[in-house]
């Protein structure tokens, strides 16, 4: 301890990396994030303590944070070496920045009040992160347990924000503890009670959570064919010569080899169908054409796939829109679709929200429009997709009743609020359309999938997951997996699901954790103010 205590910078990087191996299959030594923000306080408490300049301990924390996102998140070079850098760079930047601010209200007030503050930092801080044209949700502290399901069944309360607030307030915690140790001090029972109360109460609760729910039915059932194609991204699906028709062939070809009477629903992967085509005028299309002839073949199933779609309008619609060539006044617009093929209802169009930033999202372009034609101009986009307005889901007709899904596409299924806000639309079940194949045989498939799982039991939802390459599979509404695919295989399988129309806490009120963040935030701002002025 005293040779850390004498070299602050190592217990900030072991910090980091102890944030790192804990994380979901980058170690998924789960505990240890109990222990990573406790190491980083106690390397800020030292360098306070032998006076190191302000440059030096923002260092500390930026190292590590920047390790922890590296450690976690390196596989996005696979996709692009410079879009991870600047993921990387950024967020490391900004989580130092949320520590440092943090750290300097703390120094300066003293208080065990200013001490504890650092949860509803955290808890804004994530919660801003979702909602702005840099959004990287990945690394939201209450991601670490979805592999651990059965900790958590109260997010269905809490949503990830609760997970989040769980980590940080153990963590101050240990720090206790491990300063009282640094100080020679007597760790009472009472310490340690506390810290192991802390930890065992919200697992307990989430057992019993988790036996109430498993016993629950409603008898609404959907059988479901989920395919996965895989089709490679990089040398098969956007490659030159590839066409609609091949994918289209290929995955039906698949699907039918598992599609009998009793399916409902068959669900295919984020763009299976890859080149882009005007949308309400599928069946002009060959490839069109034999989706729909092939969905009148079925007894009764229909398809939710995804595609690449264009619309045309008169005027501009958004920062999205593009002036069709030689053609005044008329404008397009590119998504990244999800519709559904019925032969009792016209073809539904759903399209991707949550869009990547500098993949599928040129970032603050709405106010700065500039920056996307720089962007084109130097190669690194093709410029923003179009979006909905808000979460929206499908209304699949049956032919005794109407099942409403909720369409989520690849990067949308980090977003909490946003899936269930579909929810709360009335989405019945979950359908998430991937493409993990552009990270290659890394964690980032394994951390994706493992998210879906979060999901399901912060809405009570079955979900059902078709990768185009990555792992498709099942999980039901406690976030069990009950099938999953291999990696790199062309796979099917046949699910059946139960339907659900409650709405969890957390479905109702969305992340009020947030809410009270602020609260907490403006009632201690105010406090000193009020001090400041009375004196």
């Known amino acids: 301890m005293k040779w850390l205590a004498q070299h602050p910078f190592l217990p900030a990087l072991l910090g980091g990396l102890f944030l790192s191996i804990s994380f979901p299959f980058s170690g998924s030594l789960s505990p240890l994030v109990f222990c990573g923000f406790a190491l980083l306080v106690y390397a800020r408490q030292q360098l306070f303590l032998i006076q190191k300049k302000a440059f030096f301990r923002f260092f500390s924390y930026y190292s590590c944070f920047f390790t922890w996102n590296l450690g976690s998140t390196w596989w996005v070079a696979n996709a692009s070496f410079s879009g991870a850098a600047l993921a990387i760079g950024v967020n490391s930047l900004l989580m130092a920045l949320v520590f440092s601010t943090w750290s300097s209200i703390q120094k300066r007030e003293g208080s065990i009040l200013s001490y504890w503050l650092l949860i509803p930092f955290w808890i804004l801080f994530e919660y801003g992160h ?17 592999i651990h399901t059965g900790w958590v069944q109260w997010y269905e309360l809490t949503g990830t924000l609760g997970g989040s607030a769980w980590i940080i307030v153990v963590n101050l915690l240990v720090f206790n503890i491990l300063n009282s140790y640094q100080n020679n001090q007597f760790i009472s029972r009472k310490n340690w009670i506390i810290l ?11 057992q019993l959570l988790l036996f109430k729910e498993e016993r629950y039915t409603n008898g609404k059932k959907l059988n479901a064919v989920v395919v996965q194609p895989n089709v490679d991204p990089y040398t098969e699906k956007f490659a030159a010569g590839t066409t609609n028709e091949q994918l289209v062939d290929s995955f039906l070809r698949l699907a039918n080899r598992h599609v009998d009477p009793q399916t409902d629903l068959v669900l295919g992967p984020e763009t299976a169908l890859a080149g882009s085509f005007l949308e309400f005028e599928l069946e002009g299309f060959p490839f069109g054409q034999r989706l729909k002839d092939q969905v009148w073949s079925w007894p009764k199933a229909q398809l939710l796939i995804g595609a690449s779609t264009v619309r045309l309008f008169d005027q501009k619609q958004s920062v999205a829109s593009n002036p069709v060539p030689n053609a005044p006044g008329r ?6 679709t999800s519709l559904l093929v ?6 539904q169009y759903v399209h991707k929200s949550k869009l990547v930033p500098g993949v599928e999202l040129i970032p603050f372009s709405a106010y700065f429009p500039f920056l996307a034609a720089i962007a084109i101009e130097n190669g690194g986009s093709s410029g923003t997709l179009g979006t909905e307005k808000e979460p929206q889901i499908i209304q699949q007709v049956r032919l005794s009743d109407t099942v409403k899904l909720a369409p989520i596409v690849c990067y949308e299924s980090i977003y909490g609020d946003f899936v269930r806000q579909q929810v709360v639309k009335g989405a019945e079940l979950l359908c998430i359309l991937t493409n993990d ?9 394994k951390q994706h999938f493992s998210f879906a799982r979060l999901r399901a039991i912060e809405t009570r939802r079955w979900v059902l997951r078709s990768a185009n390459t990555g792992t498709s599979g099942s999980i039901d509404p406690c976030g069990k997996i009950v099938k999953r695919t291999s990696y790199w295989h062309r796979a099917a399988f046949q699910q059946q699901v139960e339907l659900r129309q409650d709405l969890t806490f957390y479905a109702q009120y969305g992340d009020w954790l947030a809410g009270i963040a602020l609260l907490l935030t403006l009632a201690f701002l105010s406090w000193k103010i009020f001090l400041k002025f009375s004196n």
């Open 196 to 206: 192991a109360l802390s930890v065992l109460v919200p697992i307990g609760f989430s």
């Open 331 to 336: 404008w397009y617009e590119n998504y990244n």
């Open 130 to 146: 979702h909602r702005w044209d840099l959004s990287w949700p990945w690394l939201t502290l209450g991601n670490y347990f979805s």
């Open 437 to 445: 194949g552009w990270w290659g045989n890394t964690p980032g498939y």
């Open 342 to 347: 019925s032969k009792n209802q016209l073809t």
